[in-house]
């Protein structure tokens, strides 16, 4: 077979990966930013020096791109999840997770707003997100395994409940804290979130 063919040291293939990759920063920092509105064709293959005609090349229409920028963001928190050490008990480990959320969204203001305040907003961001656990609910749950079930034993109903009340609150005070209307450290939110998920979870099984 023919090696493929190279322009300006890349295949078709790797250019086409990079103009995606560009697509996805410029929409990334557009939602971030701006909101879903923002988030055009027009605009991202403008603000990418893109002819428009490769944006179809990546992503069938905006809902699709949309939905790329809150997967790949919602991956990083996962991925930084991975860190929480395993062999604390569940009230240390639930501490360690919210503080990886709250390092996470210091780190960068817009990923908080493409998890958590665009899907509150955005038809298409609130379909998505409601298709699984909400965030904060499901990292919590894969770094807390099996120790799960000594904050919610062996109650399905009760757990559903917790992961709605636990959802709403902790959206609500992160977004707070980093829209700058709650004015606390990192250390402090951290050990007011424990506080707030560990009440409600115990709330829920009343």
Same mark, same amino acid.
């Given at each position: 077979m023919?090696?493929?063919?190279?322009?300006?040291?890349?295949?078709?293939q790797d250019r086409s990966?990079?103009?995606?990759?560009?697509?996805?920063a410029v929409a990334f920092d557009l939602l971030g930013?701006?909101? @879903?509105?923002? +988030? =055009?064709?027009? *605009?991202?293959?403008r603000e990418a020096n893109l002819s428009p005609r490769y944006f179809y090349e990546s992503f069938p229409n905006r809902e699709d791109l949309l939905v790329a920028v809150y997967d790949r963001v919602e991956d990083g928190l996962r991925e930084r999840m991975k860190d929480v050490p395993r062999q604390l008990d569940p009230t240390s480990t639930v501490r360690a997770a919210l503080?990886?959320?709250?390092?996470?969204?210091?780190e960068d203001p817009r990923r908080a707003h493409v998890l958590l305040r665009e899907p509150l907003a955005d038809d298409v961001l609130r379909?998505?997100?409601?298709?699984?656990? @909400?965030?904060? +609910? =499901?990292?919590? *749950?894969?770094?807390?395994?099996?120790?799960?079930?000594?904050?919610?034993?062996?109650?399905?109903?009760?757990?559903?409940v917790a992961s709605t009340a636990l959802s709403g609150s902790l959206v609500a005070l992160y977004l707070d804290w980093i829209d700058g209307r709650l004015a606390i450290s990192r250390d402090r939110l951290a050990e007011s979130a424990t506080t707030i998920a560990l009440a409600v979870v115990v709330a829920a099984q009343v």
């Open positions: 023919s090696a493929p063919k190279l322009w300006r040291g890349q295949t078709l990966v990079d103009r995606r990759e560009q697509m996805l930013t701006a909101g @879903p509105a923002a +988030v =055009t064709m027009r *605009a991202v293959t503080e990886i959320c709250a390092s996470y969204f210091e379909r998505h997100s409601a298709s699984r656990a @909400p965030v904060f +609910v =499901t990292t919590l *749950a894969e770094v807390l395994g099996s120790d799960i079930g000594a904050l919610v034993p062996g109650d399905a109903q009760a757990l559903a």
